[in-house]
């Protein structure tokens, strides 16, 4: 039988992510007492006004079609909340609601790569990026966010990097995987940097809503006028009122694009499912009080932990100022427990402390590992204490 698997799947990275939730899903299935801390969800249920709007919008019978880019209810309500939380405004035909956000970041590449084109991808990038960019025919190019500058780059790393084929930058603040935030200086910085080189702004803020330590978000595109006309946001409802499996994200900048990736998606998915944008609607109309609850509680759980991670030997890191995770660097601790890699470090401690971890590998940031916080107090406390004493007794 002739070769039936296209190239652009066989060179698809298998998800780091998806790996190790699913060898710990398979050891708790075993009877082993297994504590994940893979989990890139937070762990409250959707708000209750969000579940009944969705429920009463198919009992109302709004179970069939809508336009393949969402609602004209829902993509005003996307309008407003940039308003109200960015000052910044779009029209309708600007705004593309999609399928989660990881479809509308999808639609994005395929509408605006060709083959051999560009785009920079800064480390630790959330590990989807380079997949979806290779996918659309373009060729990632990795610049390094270093330790030293909280994993974050610089306008000069990015002018560096740029070439005469290079047509995006993707910028993630909060970032997935370190929680680190660019800062309104740090965002002019680079923002003019990709201008002076025609380059456009991928702007993914899903965890805008989950800052710690009163840090505050800003999006490059409400810096200025140009900056907004160079940026396509990607937001969505997921991680800041906890709907995750809803999969409903949108993306907001130039109509070209948007339109591009309405077609798109108008020959591939169709629309978003229709009870899930009634959910969306809910969530960004009603009461914002469980947003705020939850990032407390994100809030209070990483400063109950943070000290106890970072205090373990052979662990370095820093403290994130979003999102719920924490990206320490353990290559010293994977050294003392005898081990030439962390990934190796990270598959030991799961089979002998049963505490699931993510190898920072497939976040390109070999020498890290991704620690959840999205979970119980409890648990985090006991899956620290098993890691320290691990360390403990394994090193040489």
Not at 34 to 54: K, M, Q, R, S, Y
Not at 106 to 127: K, R, S
Not at 198 to 225: Q, R, W
Request: glycine content about 8%; charged content about 25%.
């Amino acid at each position: 039988m002739r070769e039936l698997l296209a190239d652009r799947v066989k060179s698809l990275t298998p998800s780091t992510t998806l790996a190790i939730t699913a060898k710990a899903k398979e050891l708790k299935a075993e009877g082993k007492d297994v504590i994940g801390l893979g989990a890139g969800e937070p762990d409250f249920n959707t708000p209750d006004h969000i579940i009944e709007a969705a429920y009463e919008s198919m009992k109302s019978g709004e179970t069939k079609y809508t336009p393949a880019a969402g609602t004209v209810a829902l993509k005003q309500a996307v309008a407003d909340k940039f308003k109200r939380d960015q000052h910044i405004t779009y029209d309708l035909p600007e705004i593309f609601v999609g399928s989660g956000a990881k479809h509308v970041l999808y639609c994005l590449f395929q509408a605006i790569l060709n083959d051999g084109d560009e785009v920079i991808i800064p480390t630790p990038y959330w590990v989807s990026y380079p997949e979806q960019v290779k996918l659309a025919g373009g060729t990632p190019v990795i610049v390094e966010g270093k330790e030293s500058n909280d994993y974050k780059i610089t306008a000069e790393q990015i002018a560096e990097a740029a070439g005469p084929k290079t047509k995006a930058v993707i910028l993630n603040s909060p970032s997935n995987p370190t929680g680190m935030v660019y800062s309104k200086e740090e965002l002019s910085s680079i923002g003019q940097a990709c201008m002076d080189k025609g380059l456009l702004i991928v702007s993914d803020e899903i965890y805008e809503k989950l800052l710690y330590g009163g840090t505050e978000h800003v999006s490059i595109a409400e810096i200025s006028p140009e900056l907004k006309e160079h940026t396509m946001i990607v937001n969505g409802v997921s991680k800041s009122h906890s709907m995750t499996g809803w999969r409903i994200g949108y993306a907001a900048g130039r109509a070209d694009i948007i339109k591009a990736m309405t077609n798109l998606a108008s020959h591939s998915t169709s629309n978003p499912t229709t009870t899930a944008q009634f959910g969306a609607l809910a969530a960004y109309n009603g009461p914002q009080d469980a947003v705020e609850e939850m990032r407390q509680a994100f809030e209070s759980r990483l400063n109950k932990v943070y000290d106890k991670v970072n205090s373990i030997e052979g662990f370095r890191c820093i403290k994130p100022q979003g999102a719920f995770y924490l990206f320490p660097n353990v290559k010293e601790a994977a050294a003392l427990c005898g081990f030439d890699s962390v990934d190796e470090f990270a598959k030991d401690l799961l089979s002998e402390a049963n505490v699931a971890v993510i190898p920072g590998s497939g976040f390109g940031s070999p020498d890290n590992i991704r620690l959840s916080y999205a979970t119980d107090l409890e648990s985090l406390e006991k899956a620290i204490s098993r890691i320290s004493s691990y360390v403990e007794n394994k090193k040489r």
